[in-house]
């Protein structure tokens, strides 16, 4: 009787367990940690690395489905001329050697998912202090690693277990709960009729008529008005607002397609709270993207786009409703915003 209450208590421990994950993102001295919603994690050393950057991701559960990746450059530009990194790499100013029969290797990209070769690896670094190049430039400082192993370890519930990176234990791999189960936010009209062209006229005029009527400060010069097709009767209607040196406010309203016009103004709240704590998003330039009929915004930190926030809305037939939220705080010229980490995903 006891075994079978000890048996059901564990496995509601591990529903429980599973139900929700709450995205986090921490920076740990050098290096960032971002977790989504699937409890899936993705730490990379930040700052001053010259281009060499060491990436780890780590999936949730008792199965050991890790990667571990050293780059020179990014996954599309790197110095033509710069020596392969794998001869060349130091740590504490010693050769790092590693098992290249376990890696996958081109001059300027290691990595490897072996979970042998990847605990090898970072017993030989976590003590350190960096990772440099005996030829060329490139720093990976390895201060904050020790701390951002730990936190994925809390975040996944593997502190005590044998999975562990960080304070390993005896707890079997079992004891590690799963990843939540995958949200699903349902398309309702993947394929809505095509506006007319009167609908299309109309529903421009009307855009017109309610960005003329709106508190904005962006030039009118700049000001447009973009329709698209949300269901048999209903559509998007968009229209810039503000604007700064590289981003621009839009606002945006679902509209009847027929008149009498019926609008409704859309506001986007996230299903989280982010590190800014604030949960209400703004339009930043927004756009839609026809394929995969998702409302986009892209908030850049910076002018050349290498840091910020950005996410994807589905109409579900009443509002738009989170599909997938990725944000970089550290702007040092690594990630595009097509890779940049994600806290939310769903089907």
């Known amino acids: 009787m006891f075994l079978r209450k000890q048996s059901l208590f564990l496995f509601l421990f591990l529903i429980a367990s599973s139900v929700f994950a709450a995205p986090a993102q921490k920076s740990f001295s050098d290096w960032q940690v971002t977790c ?13 690395h010259q281009g060499l950057v060491m990436t780890l991701t780590r999936s949730a559960g008792a199965h050991t489905d890790a990667t571990l990746r050293i780059d020179l450059g990014n996954m599309s530009t790197t110095e033509a001329k710069a020596p392969p990194i794998a001869p060349h790499l130091l740590v504490e100013g010693e050769p790092l050697i590693l098992d290249l029969a376990k890696w996958q290797e081109t001059p300027h990209h290691l990595k490897t998912g072996d979970t042998d070769a990847i605990n090898s690896f970072l017993e030989k670094v976590v003590n350190a202090d960096a990772i440099t190049l005996s030829q060329g430039q490139g720093n990976i400082s390895l201060v904050g690693l020790k701390a951002s192993l730990l936190f994925i370890d809390s975040q996944q519930q593997r502190v005590g277990s044998e999975t562990a990176w960080i304070k390993k234990g005896d707890d079997p791999p079992l004891s590690v709960p799963p990843a939540p189960a995958l949200k699903e936010v349902t398309l309702t009209n993947p394929t809505p009729t095509p506006l007319t062209q ?12 309610r960005m003329n009527n709106s508190q904005c400060s962006l030039d009118p010069a700049r000001r447009e008005v973009r329709v698209f097709a949300l269901s048999d009767d209903k ?19 679902v509209v009847s397609r027929q ?31 026809e394929t995969n009929k998702e409302l986009t915004t892209l908030a850049k930190g910076r002018g050349i786009g290498d840091c910020g926030v950005a996410t994807r809305w589905r109409f579900d037939g009443q509002r738009f409703r989170l599909v997938r939220y990725a944000e970089e705080p550290a702007c040092d010229e690594w990630n595009s915003n097509a890779s940049w980490p994600t806290l939310w995903v769903t089907k």
Not at 36 to 48: E, I, K, S, V
Request: proline share 4%.
């Open 36 to 48: 989504n919603n699937q409890n899936f994690c993705t730490a990379r050393n930040t700052g001053l």
């Open 259 to 289: 008149k009498p016009f019926a609008a409704r103004q859309i506001r986007l709240k996230l299903p989280f709270t982010p590190g800014s704590g604030n949960t209400e998003l703004e339009l930043m330039n927004a756009g839609y993207d």
């Open 198 to 209: 009167v609908e299309l006229s109309d529903l421009l005029d009307y855009g017109t008529w």
């Open 235 to 253: 559509a998007l209607l968009m229209t810039g607002c503000e604007a700064g040196a590289y981003n621009v406010v839009d606002l945006a309203w």
